[in-house]
T-cell receptor
């Protein structure tokens, strides 16, 4: 059974700090790892990492995939209160040539204090 | 595009009643997924469709749960009869192709009393 473990489960930091969120996975026929941000409603897509794209960056957010260690990190620099959310890590696998559903970790609840 | 649209946003029902959740995916997306989110178990895949055909329903917890996709722009998730342990947020998501990201709807918060 596929497994995704995120750490820490919760994190409280001050505005301006840099944070690193961790995700490790065990999945058969790994295809991609995705990061989502969930505020009060729907998860919103941040990054997709694959064998051909192991590093992504967007503004203050960046993510790296380590296929050897079966893990990924999500970095947020110069945090702002608007970064407060649950950050979800998910994996997909190759499945008969088509898409497969996402297997999610439990998430990291990040709180940014002003 | 308005994104993935789910209805209702909130549903409170009594145990034993039938509940129907609805989803309109993003136009042109070939894949549609139903997920359930609880504090205990997080986000779990229930079932997904490719071009309106159910592909994997192994995540559907019991026979009380059923899902249909009669056309490319509409899907339903039905629970009959509902039980208090079905209380959760149910998300619908759609995806354009096999190797693209999934976009989530706003969810339906279901409470069964």
């Amino acid at each position: 059974e596929d497994k995704v473990v995120q750490s820490p489960l919760s994190l409280v930091v001050h505005e301006g700090d840099t944070v690193t969120l961790n995700c490790s996975y065990e999945v058969t026929n790994f295809r991609s790892l995705l990061w989502y941000k969930q505020e009060k409603k729907a998860p919103t897509f941040l990054f997709m990492l694959t064998s051909s794209g192991i590093e992504k960056k967007s503004g203050r957010l960046s993510s790296i995939l380590d296929k050897k260690e079966l893990s990924s990190i999500l970095n947020i620099t110069a945090t702002q209160t608007g970064d407060s959310a649950i950050y979800l890590c998910a994996v997909t696998r190759f499945s008969g040539g088509g898409a497969d559903g996402l297997t999610f970790g439990k998430g990291t609840h990040l709180i940014i204090q002003p | 595009d308005a994104g993935v649209i789910q209805s209702p946003r909130h549903e409170v029902t009594e145990m034993g009643q039938e509940v129907t959740l609805r989803c309109k995916p993003i136009s042109g997306h070939d894949y549609l997924f139903w997920y359930r989110q609880t504090m205990m178990r997080g986000l779990e895949l229930l079932i997904y469709f490719n071009n309106n055909v159910p592909i994997d329903d192994s995540g559907m917890p019991e026979d009380r749960f059923s899902a249909k996709m009669p056309n490319a722009s509409f899907s339903t998730l039905k629970i009959q009869p509902s039980e208090p342990r079905d209380s959760a947020v149910y998300f619908c998501a759609s995806q354009e192709g096999a190797y693209t990201e999934a976009f989530f709807g706003q969810g339906t918060r279901l409470t069964v009393v």
